[in-house]
């Protein structure tokens, strides 16, 4: 048998050892669980901010204006911080992502999206600038529109953006036929 040559004493000491082993064992399987039941998480704070840019590209907004909210969007992302990223959503019925979120400047000088004018769904470009968002920064939108919805709900999407703590800025634009 292999036990032969060892101690009564030394057979007790292992024994002690694998008692102590399985208790630190079930110890640290304790500890593990009650952290995952505790939901733990790691918080990663930053300053980077994205902005998203919302351009109503419908038939209600005169080609004047429109030249207007683009040369307004270029400057803005002009002035952001170095790290800050800025993207543009441009829509009618329904929206499209024109600039994705880039740490770039944004020099517009039309847009290239096809776009159906006939309609404007505000909702659909809300919904479409949240899902564009990254996830390590800070967010918030900035809707340049008249306000002349007929399709969609933008109050549904606007609370949504509030729910997940997207800041909402609109910037109305007003014209004379």
Known sequence: PPLIGMSFRSLSGL??????????????????????????????????????????????????????????????????????LAGLIVFGKSPRVEVPPAPSELNLLGIESTIDAENSDLG??????????PDDSARRIVLLSDGNENRGNLLEQAMAAKALG????ILPIDYHY
Do not use: H, N, W
């Open 124 to 133: 659909s470009a809300i919904k479409l600038a949240l899902a564009a968002f």
């Open 166 to 169: 997207v800041q909402v800025d």
């Open 15 to 84: 024994g002690s050892f694998r008692r102590a082993l399985a208790i630190a064992c079930r110890c640290a399987v304790v500890t593990l669980v009650i952290l995952a039941l505790a939901e733990m998480q790691t918080v990663r704070k930053t300053d980077r901010l994205t902005t998203m840019f919302v351009i109503d590209a419908s038939s209600s907004i005169p080609r004047e204006q429109q030249k207007a909210e683009l040369d307004y969007v270029s400057a803005a992302s002009r002035k952001r911080q170095k790290d800050d």
